[in-house]
RNA sequence: GCGAGGGUUGCUGAGCCUGGCCAAAGGCGCCGGACUUAAGAUCCGGUCCCGCAGGGGUCCGUGGGUUCGAAUCCCACCCCUCGCACCA
């Protein structure tokens, strides 16, 4: 057979294609659809392919039924990735430079220029728009731009000029992780080491030692009550320095990380550890206690002094049992403070007791603690004269008791060691002041949103909870840096607005970014956007006409009707998208849907660029050809599902594009019309009417099931049942026309080049979407198939088990009065009455056996059949005769034996009184 | 830990909301056959177990429950995936 080689017609499409889909208003209705803009630092992989052909699939199909349909793409540039990328590549970091060098194919004269970061998104940029092309992605790419751009830097100063007005927008103090040797704060992806570290706050009480101060840092304040000593570590220096003028003593670690957190620090001297050993300090709460020694004390965790609650903390208690044990200080009496169901007085004694803890070298110490800590906090109550208070909350209150009254402050570190920077700098926290923060913690704007996403189609329908918990659970977000690239924070320069706050609303800058482009950046001042956006004011640095030309432009496609994202940008991107439109837009231009996607997979595996687990779009494409790669990756799950991309199923997938093409090219030459065609006609307008059901809520897999694979296999039958020797008739040659059609929006391709060979008029991308026709539906004609295959299985799953070789078939057909049966008990609610009352029939009665026979199997008959099919057979009675008749020729033919078709009245074969309705007797002699 | 989603027959993946159409779709793989000098491709048939008559048995993470009846509803448990923030 000819194998079709899509290869070979793709280039030509695509430049015939070049601007076919740019979509300017006109009076049609519009479906405008965006997807997240890529970050383009590095070669598309199939995930990304997906990311863009699904809904390409959906322009295309909306494309096809009428729609105005805009599909644009654009370039976040936004941020820091390409800067550590290009400091890499010129510091001639190996792995980095064999990433761009041999996986992503960048050739050796480019990569030179990487040392330049706009280099990088501006090469990768046009690649990703080639591949794009090469996908047959029905874009307008007339809207493309960055968001370097100096047009959407002005768009963005728009934005944050209103979301200030707002009072979205606010100041504050801020702790973030922090890289002292690139002077800038980091997040997760930065770092080397350390990127589960939490930053945790702790109270630091300060105890009195002379004129000095000494800080413990503490996530329980409030068990300062019960504080008997303190431990120091021996063995290590500690630092005597003035915070804010006031005299600390403290591991020399924590002297520097203060330093970073608000506080001015200067070193006075050193000190032992050995020489604090003995010494009495005082606090309120606790009163005067001894300072200990104790090895476990880290100087690097929090203030390296630590206060010690040997009732409520196991490691302070088992510290001070060792410390007794050698007859030291027996004196101390653990002080309770807390109850705690399923403890006793002292929890810390009771957990190490059980547990069986030698000493403080344990490892199961860690846990022991954790045990208690969580005991204490979730069910643990003050004792009546500390309050009487739950744990919980006397936590807070003590906490801000001792800050306000006792001299206490705040010191931050994280939950786990070695945090390191991805330059090799140990990463330490500092407080950040003069952030900008996003303020999505404000309640009225959370309810505005809960109350907004109501109103939006989500797809899948499940993810609305996930929507819901996020607007609850965001709080303030940072949305200014230092560094990267980006738009300025047009009343505070020494700011850039932060990545994930300056593609909020571009969907909006879509709808007119090839018209801004004409624009001088400098004329596009804030009352301009007001008036294209907003339709107030009266803007003087562009024309009016211009002015109405724009805001009509942005009026026509907004709201959006549809965005696409993956499901992990539900917790920032899409949540975000939707404050900020409520924020800046009217309510008749808020989002109208959102589908969300799954993840792509590898031969099973999590597919992840950093990882080299990819397989890039573009090899993928010269492998297997667009179709081939559009139709895997819409086909073989729902948008919203993982798929997994498998060598063998992509193989298969080209295989059913050459047996669709084969099919088509071979119907062209047919001639002749048979019985059969109305039932495949019939059938036909089924498989479209699921298709259009499928695409319209997005079901790209179930689509493709109908209009190929449903289509497929009604074509199967439809060849057994020609006449023999014919091959093809004129309904096949018909339903290329619109099988075509059908597959359009998949295999774009494919489908163009066939729509030309059987002489389509113009783009099949611009024919009209077949829609179903009522007047060709058949049902007399589909359920007498249905009796047929139905009978033909039966048959051959007979022959297969009697393994003789027949000589002849009869078929045994119901009598009427059967039939009456079935109607009676589909009509009937309680299908246990219904026997009797239908031996209360005087005609029944007479056949007394036979007839609750005949009730009895009919009843289980019914049950095995669809509900529907029931229906339609109890609505009107078959004249399974004459089917039967009109199919013999088939039927002799299919088994190669003589049949014969008799009515079961006729007959005094044993067998013939087994006939039932819908399911006739069967004899193989 | 917190939040969200999920565990189906060799694999993949429907079904579950709206309980009987379910031994459970489609695809892949595998087996057999046709075609062919042959391989590939293509086409046809089979693919939980038993059965020489269209039937029966067991099955949908585990254990209970509701019901005449449960893959589908309820409860508990086990396991998996994703998100948890200044980052695209």
Not at 210 to 226: H, I, M, Q, S
Not at 741 to 753: D, G, Y
Request: charged share 25%; proline share 6%.
């Amino acid at each position: 057979m000819s194998r079709f080689d899509t290869h070979t017609t793709e280039d030509e499409y695509c430049k015939k294609w070049e601007h076919s889909f740019e979509a300017d208003p006109i009076v049609s209705e519009k479906f405008y659809l965006t997807v997240a803009y890529p970050y383009p630092s590095g070669a598309m992989h199939v995930g990304h392919g997906r990311t863009y052909i699904v809904p390409d699939v959906i322009a295309r199909f909306w494309r096809m039924k009428g729609r105005q349909v805009l599909y644009p793409m654009a370039f976040h540039v936004t941020g820091t990735p390409v800067i550590g990328i290009s400091r890499r590549i010129s510091q001639g970091d190996e792995k980095t430079i064999r990433l761009y060098r041999d996986l992503y194919k960048v050739p050796e004269e480019t990569l030179n220029r990487f040392v330049e970061p706009r280099e990088i998104v501006r090469y990768f940029s046009q690649e990703y728009e080639r591949v794009m092309r090469h996908c047959g992605l029905s874009i307008d790419w007339r809207r493309r731009f960055t968001t370097v751009d100096p047009q959407y830097s002005k768009f963005i100063e728009w934005q944050y000029i209103h979301l200030h007005e707002g009072n979205h927008v606010i100041r504050g103090a801020h702790p973030v992780k922090y890289c002292p040797q690139c002077d800038n704060p980091v997040g997760d992806h930065d770092l080397l080491e350390g990127d589960k570290a939490d930053i945790i706050k702790f109270v630091l009480v300060m105890f009195s030692w002379g004129d000095y101060k000494l800080p413990c840092a503490t996530l329980r304040p409030e068990t300062t009550y019960g504080v008997t000593n303190l431990w120091v570590n021996p063995d290590i220096t500690y630092v005597k320095v003035t915070v804010d003028g006031q005299k600390w003593i403290l591991s020399r670690e924590a002297a520097d990380k203060i330093g970073l957190q608000d506080h001015d620090v200067v070193v006075e001297g050193d000190m032992s550890g050995e020489e604090l050993i003995g010494v009495t300090v005082s606090h309120p709460f606790s009163g005067d206690v001894p300072v200990l020694p104790a090895t476990f004390v880290d100087p690097d965790m929090a203030t390296g002094i630590v206060m010690s609650v040997p009732a409520h903390a196991p490691f302070d208690y088992i510290a001070l049992r060792d410390l007794q044990a050698q007859g030291l200080h027996a004196g101390i009496v653990p002080v309770p403070l807390i109850t705690v169901e399923g403890y006793g007085e002292m929890p810390a004694k009771d957990a190490v007791e059980r547990a069986g803890v030698q000493n403080q070298n344990d490892p199961a110490m860690d846990v022991l603690t954790q045990e208690v800590y969580n005991a204490e906090f979730s069910r643990g109550r003050m004792l009546p004269k500390y309050g009487g208070k739950p744990v919980r909350e006397a936590r807070d209150e003590v906490s801000a008791i001792m800050v306000e009254r006792y001299g206490s402050a705040v010191m931050y570190d994280f939950d786990s060691r070695s945090v390191v920077c991805r330059c090799g700098s140990r990463v330490f926290v500092r407080i950040l002041h003069d952030q900008w923060f996003l303020q999505y913690s404000d309640p009225e704007w959370k309810a505005q949103i809960h109350k907004q996403l109501d109103g939006i189609t989500l797809v899948p329908p499940e993810v609305r909870a996930e929507f819901d918990r996020t607007i609850d659970w965001l709080k303030d977000w940072a949305c200014t840096r230092r560094i990267g690239l980006g738009t300025k924070l047009p009343w505070d320069k020494e700011w850039l607005v932060e990545p994930l706050s300056d593609s909020t609303i571009y969907m909006a800058y879509y709808t007119i970014a090839h018209k801004l482009k004409q624009i001088d950046p400098a004329r596009l001042t804030p009352d301009v956007f007001d008036y294209i956006f907003r339709g107030t004011g009266t803007p003087s640095s562009l024309p009016q006409e211009q002015l109405d030309d724009l805001r009509n432009e942005f009026l026509y496609w907004y709201p959006y009707d549809y965005r696409f994202s993956a499901k992990d940008l539900i917790s920032n991107h899409l949540t975000f998208q939707l404050f900020h439109h409520a924020a800046l837009f009217p309510e008749n231009l808020q989002p109208e849907g959102m589908v969300i996607f799954g993840m792509g997979l590898l031969d099973g595996a999590k597919m992840s660029s950093s990882k080299g687990n990819v397989f890039l779009l573009e090899d993928a494409l010269d492998e297997f050809g667009a179709d081939t790669v559009r139709m895997f990756l819409v086909g073989s799950a729902e948008p919203w599902q993982d798929f997994d991309w498998r060598k063998e199923f992509v193989i298969s997938t080209r295989k059913q594009i050459d047996r669709f093409y084969t099919t088509v090219s071979e119907g062209r030459v047919t001639e002749g019309t048979y019985p059969i065609d109305r039932w495949l006609i019939s059938r036909l307008q089924k498989r479209i009417a699921a298709t259009n059901e499928a695409l319209a809520s997005f079901q790209t897999r179930q689509a493709l099931q109908e209009a190929y694979f449903g289509i497929e296999a009604d074509l199967k039958w439809y060849r057994r049942r020609l006449p023999a020797e014919i091959r093809g008739s004129a309904a096949l040659r018909e339903i290329s026309s619109t099988w075509i059609r059908l597959l359009a929006p998949f295999i774009p391709f494919t489908s163009e080049t066939l729509w030309a060979e059987i002489g389509g008029s113009g783009d099949v991308a611009f024919a009209a979407f077949p829609e179903p026709d009522a007047q060709s539906i058949d049902e007399e004609t589909e359920l007498a198939e249905e009796l047929l295959s139905r009978t033909v299985e039966d048959i051959e799953s007979i022959m297969k088990l009697i393994q003789i070789e027949p000589t002849g078939i009869t078929l045994f057909i119901a009598p009427s009065w059967k039939w009456d049966i079935f109607t009676t008990i589909a009509h009937s609610e309680d299908k246990k009455q219904v026997i009797r009352d239908i031996m209360k029939d005087e005609a029944m009665k007479t056949r007394g056996k036979a007839a609750t026979d005949a009730a009895k199997q009919t009843t289980t008959l019914i049950h095995r059949f669809p509900p529907q099919l029931v229906s339609q057979l109890a609505g009107s009675m078959r004249d399974e005769m004459a089917v039967f008749q009109e199919a013999k020729e088939f039927l002799e033919r299919e088994f190669a034996v003589p049949v014969t078709i008799v009515p079961a009245g006729e007959s005094n074969h044993p067998k013939a009184a087994a006939a039932l309705p819908f399911k006739p007797a069967i004899v193989i002699e």
